[in-house]
């Protein structure tokens, strides 16, 4: 009677146990259907790093969180982190991988290549407007310094030197001169023509003497 009892109470642990986890993969862990263990799972800080770190290099499934390959295809969407340092609830769109997208039951736009790397990514359908597709957070930061590198050549084009004419290469885009000579040059010229350096010479004298005269 004593094995039967505990035969049973073992077949309603297995039952119970297979009701209430889901594993998703081999050697990985198991997700709970338990609305208080999955905000639980939710808040975890190993979960929140490795998600936040899906995100910002795109190494692997922000979900299942196996190794994604280079130019293998992406769905990127949004993810919660958990309750926030500051109250509210903290997300993030981190790119998850195809097995995991077909199985979230969401929406996906069609594949657009990431301008910087050339992967495939599917966006998460929704109301905002995308400018630029892109994989992950290292992409974004490639993209737009590489473009602000080539805009600040651009600037820089060979121009000719405002004092003695000839084509040089600025430094900087707000460049006049091709050397410090013809700078000082070019000041000195300016002081001739407007005269502020005499006056305040004239000035200084002026003043000098009235002081000379009252002392005396």
């Not at 081999?26 to 995100?55: C, I, T, V």
């Not at 997300?91 to 495939?120: K, L, Y």
Request: proline residues 5%.
């Amino acid at each position: 009677m004593t094995h039967r009892h505990g035969a049973a109470l073992a077949t309603d642990t297995t039952v119970n146990q297979g009701q209430d986890d889901m594993t998703i993969g081999k050697g990985r862990r198991r997700l709970s259907r338990n609305p208080k263990q999955s905000q639980r799972r939710e808040s975890d800080p190993w979960r929140r790093r490795e998600k936040m770190r899906a995100a910002h290099e795109c190494s692997h499934c922000a979900h299942c969180e196996r190794p994604l390959k280079a130019g293998e295809p992406v769905w990127r969407r949004l993810l919660s982190l958990g309750p926030g340092f500051f109250g509210g609830w903290s997300r993030t769109v981190a790119p998850i991988c195809e097995r995991c997208g077909s199985s979230c039951h969401i929406e996906f736009r069609g594949p657009q290549p990431c301008e910087n790397c050339g992967r495939s990514v599917h966006q998460e359908y929704n109301r905002r407007f995308y400018r630029h597709t892109f994989c992950c957070e290292v992409c974004v930061r490639a993209f737009f310094a590489t473009a602000a590198r080539l805009r600040r050549a651009e600037e820089r084009d060979p121009r000719p030197c405002a004092q003695c004419g000839e084509t040089f290469e600025p430094t900087r885009k707000d460049a006049r001169f091709c050397s410090g000579a013809c700078k000082q040059l070019a000041y000195r010229k300016r002081q001739a023509v407007t005269g502020r350096k005499s006056e305040r010479v004239d000035a200084f004298t002026n003043r000098n003497e009235t002081r000379g005269e009252a002392v005396s």
